[in-house]
């Protein structure tokens, strides 16, 4: 079900995405995604929390046993190898932009990129700026990509990080 709503929100973003059809993308009654969810901003939201659950366990496996630059890095290489999911993508974009549009979205999205912020912070123990620069490549790489810019492999994550420390 959540892999339907993230394929859906991807590719229409919440305002033009449906429950019907979720619903039929999983295979499922609408009814059954209404008796699971009250409503289309909960099942957003549960979709949104999936998704960031995919990329905190992928860059916390990457991290693991790093410190320091060294676990920053890995975390960009995992990063550039999980964005390949177009989905994944796109719905990270649709999602900061239906924050922009409704207060209740904002703050769950808001938390969760939050708390990215503070799994690259600590796993590549750094503060401030450091972590500023990844999260800002992280940002720009995923529009870059989305746009199918010539410009990405200059833009990847790991690259701007060599860029940065050589």
């Not at 549009?101 to 401030?128: I, K, P, Y």
């Not at 990844?134 to 810019?149: E, G, I, K, R």
Request: proline residues 1%.
């Amino acid at each position: 079900m959540l892999a339907a709503a993230r394929h859906e929100f991807a590719q229409k973003g919440y305002s033009g995405a449906t429950t019907q059809a979720i619903a039929a993308s999983a295979g499922v009654s609408q009814p059954y995604v209404y008796s699971l969810f009250p409503n289309k901003k909960a099942l957003f939201g549960a979709a949104w929390e999936s998704c960031c659950d995919e990329i905190e366990s992928t860059l916390t496996a990457a991290a693991e046993g790093l410190a320091g630059e060294e676990a920053v890095r890995a975390m960009a290489l995992a990063y550039d190898e999980l964005i390949r999911d177009r989905d994944l993508l796109q719905f990270q974009l649709q999602a900061w932009a239906a924050a922009g549009q409704d207060e209740e979205l904002r703050a769950a999205v808001a938390r969760r990129f939050e708390r990215l912020w503070e799994l690259v912070g600590r796993a590549g123990g750094t503060e401030g700026e450091q972590t500023a620069d990844f999260m800002a490549t992280w940002v720009l790489y995923n529009v870059a990509v989305s746009l199918d810019l010539s410009l990405t492999s200059q833009c990847r994550v790991s690259a701007a990080l060599d860029r940065r420390s050589g």
